[in-house]
């Protein structure tokens, strides 16, 4: 089984959201890092990384969800995570990773695209 690694995006208001599926790894994250850097490049700042379809994530794709963190927070933006529901209440496995590096606590998670991109939504506690 092929598996295939894809970033999408669009945007939503003042935020772009880019819905990442697939294994974020050490081949695979830089790929990440450079839309990352091109979202940014265009003058967004306001950036929701939706990875409910990353299956896997290993030291490498944490590396660029902490360099997109420290981006984003350089040009006074946010940075919003999305983690499926079950795979926030149950652990999905990004979420386990970030929790046993210790990291969880460095980003706002939310439980879909909707609830990141509204206002009022609290993000999931840690």
């Not at 945007?11 to 990352?36: H, I, Y």
């Not at 306001?46 to 660029?64: I, T």
Request: hydrophobic share 45%; with cysteine; glycine share 12%.
């Amino acid at each position: 089984m092929v598996v295939t690694f894809k970033v999408t995006g669009g945007e939503q208001g003042e935020w772009a959201v880019l819905q990442v599926s697939g294994e974020l790894d050490l081949v695979t994250s830089p790929m990440l890092r450079q839309r990352v850097h091109d979202v940014v490049a265009e003058g967004h700042h306001c950036l929701v990384l939706d990875l409910s379809e990353v299956f896997f994530c290993d030291s490498s794709g944490v590396g660029v969800l902490i360099a997109a963190r420290r981006l984003i927070r350089s040009c006074q933006g946010r940075l919003r995570l999305v983690l499926p529901a079950r795979g926030a209440a149950d652990g999905s496995h990004v979420n386990r990773v970030l929790g046993a590096l210790g990291v969880r606590r460095l980003f706002d998670v939310y439980g879909d695209v909707d609830a990141a991109l509204g206002d009022e939504g609290e993000p999931l506690s840690a």
